[in-house]
């Protein structure tokens, strides 16, 4: 569900390391989850989907890993740069028009 | 290639003031259409979103409507501005159920 009252989780990492950004989704019958990307002040932007039927999905150095029975979204980023540096969303969708976001992760890459 | 418009960009309102924010899509026909607002540091809040002309789902009881007056075109509202309507509303259209959304470069409201 949504989780909008709450203060965002932030994650630092090093130019150049690994990063994993996590989501835990409660609604068992959603089966599409995409992740955003959104920088400050502006929209928020698509990165990656993958629909209840994958359990990992690949882009160009994102890939994304769906845990159906614990509920759970994962980001990966490899070889983080500075320009990755943003609020990172989870969003669910369940066969309805409506589409939810998680709370959200702050990432930070030091240089 | 579809695009979203929104604006303004940045709007500060007195308390008890009316209010109309707009957006619209382009290159695309039927189109979902939600708003959202963000409240500084926190995640998204769906308001409401609109399947078809003059269908709006409200999601979040409070001084804020919608309206979809045509097909691309979705307004959302209020007569009095309270304080806490203040934030980042985000305007974000999608081809359907699961499918991915995009959205405008959202407007920062300030209730004054």
């Known amino acids: 569900g949504e989780s909008v009252g709450l203060h965002l989780p932030t994650l630092s990492v090093q130019e150049g390391d690994n990063s994993i950004i996590n989501c835990a989704y409660s609604n068992s019958a959603s089966d599409y989850f995409i992740w955003y990307k959104q920088e400050s002040g502006k929209g928020p932007q698509f990165i990656i989907d993958?629909?209840?039927?994958?359990d990992k999905r690949q882009g160009q150095r994102v890939t994304v890993l769906l845990n159906k029975t614990v509920k759970h979204l994962s980001l990966q980023i490899a070889a983080t740069q500075p320009g990755d540096s943003a609020v990172y969303f989870c969003?669910?969708?369940?066969?309805?028009?409506?589409?939810?976001f998680g709370a959200g992760t702050r990432l930070t890459v030091k240089p | 290639s579809q695009t979203i418009h929104q604006w303004p960009a940045t709007l500060v309102q007195p308390v008890g003031s009316p209010l109309s924010l707009e957006c619209t899509v382009e290159?695309?026909?039927?189109?979902?259409l939600y708003w959202y607002r963000q409240a500084a540091g926190r995640g998204l809040q769906l308001l409401f979103y609109?399947?078809?002309?003059?269908?709006i789902s409200s999601e979040v009881p409070q001084n804020l409507s919608a309206s979809r007056p045509q097909d691309r075109q979705f307004i959302l509202s209020s007569k009095k501005l309270l304080l806490s309507d203040s934030g980042f509303y985000l305007c974000?259209?999608?081809?359907?159920?699961?499918?991915?959304?995009?959205f405008g470069q959202g407007t920062r409201l300030t209730v004054v």
């Open positions: 609109s399947v078809g002309i003059g269908q």
């Open positions: 993958i629909r209840s039927n994958m």
């Open positions: 969003a669910e969708n369940n066969n309805n028009n409506d589409m939810r």
């Open positions: 974000a259209w999608s081809k359907g159920e699961n499918t991915e959304a995009f």
């Open positions: 290159g695309t026909s039927n189109p979902n």
